[in-house]
Every structure is written in structure tokens, then in C-alpha cells.
């Protein structure tokens, strides 16, 4: 059975509804809830702990794939929205939009309700300014199975439409905690070094210590600076040792998104190797 059908052909409330999901990161936070374009992402949506469908949004029900009218039927949204008159594709980011857009309904999750396994890998992203990179750290860091994601102080969100695109649906299937004062990030971080001998790791052109000659120890917290500045000085004072990248070409850098996903390949290795 298909839940209701609105059909818009106007720049109503509803439609100004989905437009502050997609553009206002305090509507998001205010309504509990994000806007998704792209069908993988949406798919990594369904199911996912924490995360509610709400609204399936699309430019004309009759001409949905198969798969689309299934999805419609049976994908647990409250709400099918038709937008006509050229309203979906003024709504899409893309030239040639996918047939279906959608809004989830979503829990934050706090750093006091985090669960960690004993031998836990956490990301720490230091006031991430690029909404590719963040999605992109993001699908890495479920790539290699890290237990949480953590970004810090000022910095964009990563339930932006375009760091879930970037992040291929990823944002779904990865614990992921914003943190804006540093001293509760520090006690966090202090008391996993404390009870799970967590060390922690920072990534930087000039580090003491070289990736893939020098061991990386598990359990561990991979911190990444932000993309201009760095890590900041406060951060860099918890942070136990400092890797380099071996670089072999003209350039001396990364960018972090890059540097970010080989740390994360060699972290994720010791912990699977038991170092």
C-alpha cells in the first residue's frame, strides 16, 4: 500500500521545507532531519540504525522505474512528494538529477552514549572546511571499519547533502560524533588512553615518524588536521606520535582526504594484525 502522495507544483511550504533541509544546517538540526540526493546513498540510508525514512521525493510517480515505485511502496516513508512544474530539478544539484530524492528523519548521537569495542579505531577531524573531503574521510573511514567518527570545533556538517553524496551513503553506516568544545574532546581522548592504552596519532608533512617504516600501534585515534591550518596547538598536545608520508614527486603534500584514507589503511592493519 503507498503511503500519502502530495503533489506540488509550487514553491509552497513543503517545497520550502525540503529547500532548508538541503541548504540550513539549523533547520537540519532544528527538524531532525536531512535531505539526500543520490540513489546509493539513500539506499545505505534504509535500515540504518538511527536513521528514520520520511519523505520519498521524485518529478512524476508515473514514470519511476520499478525499482523506484517498489521503493515507494515498500520503503518505509511516511510520505511520497511529487514536485511538477520543474521543481525537482530546481531542487537537484545535478544537470541530470536521479529519479528519487528523500529525507530522513535522524538521532543524534552524543559522545557520553558511545560504546567502543576494546580495541577501538577513532577518526578525530580537526575543523574540516571542505564538505568533499569530510565525505570522502568518511567513506574511507567505514572502509576500513573505524568505530567512530569524530569532527571538532568549527566546521562544516556532515549531514550536508554533499558530504553524503561524497561519502556515498556512508554518513549512515558510521558512528558520527560532532564535538565542538576541545576539553570535552580532550577528556574523551584522555580517558581511552586511560582505560584501553589508546594512542594517539597525528598525521603531518613534517612528522618525526615515517608511515610504512615506522610501526602504527592499536587501539588508536587517527587525527587529521584541517585543510589549510593544520591541527590546532591544542590538539597537537594530545596527540602521542607524528607520522609523515614517504613522498617520492615535486609535491610535498597531501591532500587530506589522501593522507587521511593510507593512515587509515595502515591503522586499520595493526589493529587486524594485533600490533
Aim: hydrophobic fraction near 45%.
Amino acid at each position: 500500500m503507498l503511503p500519502p502522495l502530495r503533489r506540488i507544483a509550487e514553491r509552497g511550504d513543503l517545497y520550502q521545507v525540503l529547500l532548508a533541509l538541503k541548504q540550513n544546517r539549523r533547520k537540519r538540526s532544528e527538524l531532525g532531519e536531512l535531505f539526500v540526493e543520490g540513489v546509493e546513498s539513500i539506499k545505505q540510508g534504509l535500515g540504518a540504525p538511527r536513521f528514520s525514512p520520511s519523505r520519498l521525493v521524485f518529478a512524476d510517480y508515473d514514470r519511476l522505474s520499478d525499482w523506484g515505485k517498489g521503493l515507494a511502496a515498500e520503503g518505509g516513508f511516511s510520505e511520497l512528494v511529487e514536485l511538477g512544474g520543474g521543481l525537482y530539478e530546481e531542487l537537484a544539484d545535478r544537470a541530470e538529477p536521479s529519479e528519487i530524492m528523500a529525507t530522513f528523519r535522524f538521532e543524534r548521537l552524543e559522545l557520553s552514549s558511545v560504546r567502543l569495542p576494546e580495541r577501538p579505531l577513532v577518526v578525530v577531524f580537526d575543523r574540516p572546511s571542505d564538505l568533499g573531503n569530510l565525505g570522502s574521510l568518511i567513506r574511507s573511514a567505514n572502509a576500513f571499519g573505524a568505530d567512530l567518527f569524530i569532527t571538532h570545533g568549527h566546521c562544516v556538517d556532515f549531514f550536508d547533502p554533499k558530504v553524503i553524496r561524497s561519502s556515498l551513503g556512508a554518513v549512515f553506516r558510521t558512528p558520527l560524533v560532532h564535538v565542538e568544545p576541545f576539553d570535552e574532546l580532550a577528556s574523551f581522548l584522555l580517558d581511552l588512553k586511560e582505560e584501553r592504552g589508546l594512542a594517539v596519532l597525528g598525521t603531518d608533512s613534517t612528522g618525526d615518524l615515517v608511515l610504512g617504516k615506522d610501526p602504527v600501534e592499536a587501539p588508536a585515534a587517527v587525527v587529521l588536521g584541517n585543510e589549510a591550518k593544520g591541527m590546532s596547538v591544542r590538539l597537537k598536545g594530545l596527540v602521542d606520535r607524528t607520522y609523515r608520508i614517504p613522498m617520492v614527486g615535486d609535491v610535498n603534500s597531501l591532500n587530506v582526504a589522501c593522507a587521511g584514507s593510507i593512515f587509515l589503511w595502515s591503522a586499520a592493519a595493526a589493529r587486524s594484525s594485533g600490533t
